[in-house]
């Protein structure tokens, strides 16, 4: 990486007051207790107290002395000025007369408070060697690498070094973590592995674009096709095998960090990388895309799921809208013969026939059957218009049951023995199951899963699978093993 990372202004900051110190600083940094005082006191005249208390408090605050120690806010110098009981600030111009004096008094200062210089044993290799973890572990921003370096210096009294030999190390350390990860990533794969990787690099012959670049991108609609796109992009990753290699000594963050890099890089520039980062950026892309993959899957699925329930509903309610009109006429009618009934002597003989004068029976008929074709059970929830989904579920049911690995929690037990009997039976043409397992099917449901002769339907079960595999993957009962936003809530 560039050495030069810090801007003109953060170069200009380093070492320096950019501002007056806070209340809790001027408290914590610049308060003189006794032996401060007691050593500040031994210097002869105001301004030479009050230059070598500048000095201390300065250097506890910034890390490092001034090369002009006035040039400090006007706020610390009253702030000191009042602990020393002096009055006239303006003597401290008379410190800057002798450089020897100066000198002297930083001198002291290093040895009476033990301020340690970088170069000495053992602070810059000690330095060094944090830096390095913290660059292995995690791929933190240079500019934040170089503030923790500060911090660290300024805690263990040792004395600022310039801006860019601290930025150089930074960078030094940086390029040693990320060739160490290179390497041991591209050690990672066997030849054939490598060879596959290099591969996808390649432009098919008759197409425009490699297959790394179709790798790289996700789905982008919500349809049974989709799903099926996003299984087999799944699939292609899942077969170089990465997932069977050790990855427990190389750094998540890292390995990520790497991969997302490799997702937005242009291909020709991976293609023209070192062997070594080459082979470590397309092994990163291929490790963490693949559980980039199965989640964009498992994702499309809770969305197509929650569209075909969607999609019933709404044509529910317009079929529903429909028929109001009829409803209503039908209700309205029967409505007024009881009405009529109501108004009745009970003991009538001749009620019937009276009802059937003022409406007739075929009209009553009619309205009987309009009402029971037309009203819905409190329980109906849109599943007949569910039915008329079945034929966007057989695009991606093959896929569904047979490619993704699916594992249960004892709560999701009745949910895993339903899919294994859907991967046996599912796709066949059988249209009527014989002994399916029935635990996953809820009292709503029961309309529409068995038939009049109360046999489980293949399209009626399915939909009840796919709604109970669902519920259960959202609440953590289902989960998938690899995946992140779909796995084993439990796994550490």
Request: charged share 30%.
């Amino acid at each position: 990486m560039p050495v030069e990372f810090l801007t003109e202004e953060q170069k200009r900051q380093y070492g320096r007051f950019s501002d007056e110190p806070t209340e809790t600083q001027l408290s914590k940094f610049f308060h003189l207790d006794d032996a401060d005082l007691s050593l500040i006191n031994k210097c002869r005249g105001e301004y030479n107290r009050l230059g070598f208390a500048l000095q201390l408090t300065t250097v506890r605050f910034l890390g490092t002395f001034l090369p002009d120690p006035t040039e400090v806010p006007p706020g610390v110098i009253y702030f000191i000025a009042r602990q020393l009981n002096i009055t006239d600030v303006g003597c401290l111009k008379k410190y800057l007369h002798r450089k020897v004096t100066r000198y002297t008094h930083s001198d002291e200062i290093q040895r009476f408070y033990g301020y340690h210089d970088f170069n000495t044993s053992p602070w810059k290799e000690q330095l060094t060697e944090i830096l390095y973890n913290r660059s292995w572990i995690s791929n933190e921003r240079p500019i934040l690498m170089f503030d923790f370096a500060t911090a660290w210096l300024i805690q263990h009294k040792v004395l600022l070094p310039g801006a860019t030999t601290l930025s150089r190390l930074i960078s030094e350390v940086r390029d040693k973590a990320a060739n160490q990860l290179w390497q041991k990533l591209s050690s990672l794969p066997n030849q054939e592995q490598k060879a596959k990787l290099e591969a996808i690099l390649q432009v098919p012959e008759g197409s425009r674009v490699s297959r790394f670049d179709n790798l790289r991108k996700g789905p982008y609609t919500i349809s049974g096709p989709a799903f099926n796109k996003a299984i087999d992009r799944y699939q292609e990753l899942k077969e170089f095998r990465l997932q069977d290699i050790d990855f427990s000594n190389i750094p998540p963050v890292r390995l990520k960090n790497l991969a997302r890099h490799a997702g937005v890089v242009s291909m020709h520039k991976i293609a023209r990388m070192p062997d070594d980062k080459r082979i470590a950026t397309l092994v990163a892309f291929v490790k963490v895309f693949e559980v980039i993959a199965l989640d964009d899957a498992l994702d499309v699925l809770d969305l197509l799921i929650t569209d075909i329930a969607g999609t019933a509903k709404k044509l529910g309610q317009k079929k529903r809208l429909r028929t109001l009109k009829d409803l209503d006429k039908s209700a309205l009618a029967l409505a007024e013969v009881c009405s009529f009934i109501l108004n009745q002597d009970s003991q009538d003989k001749n009620l019937v026939e009276n009802i059937f004068e003022h409406i007739s029976k075929d009209k009553l008929e009619e309205a009987i059957a309009t009402v029971n074709n037309l009203a819905r059970p409190p329980d109906d929830c849109f599943h007949d218009e569910m039915v008329n989904q079945y034929g966007r579920v057989r695009l991606f049911l093959p896929r569904l049951l047979n490619k993704i690995e699916f594992r249960a929690a004892p709560a999701g037990t009745a949910v895993i023995d339903a899919l294994n009997y859907l991967v046996k039976f599912g796709i066949s043409r059988k249209q009527i199951f014989d002994t399916p397992p029935l635990d996953i099917i809820t009292k709503s449901w029961k309309r529409l899963v068995f038939d009049k002769e109360s046999r489980a339907t293949k399209q009626g079960y399915t939909l009840c699978f796919l709604d109970r595999l669902q519920d259960n993957l959202r609440r953590r009962d289902i989960y998938v093993k690899n995946s992140d936003r779909w796995g084993d809530p439990g796994r550490p």
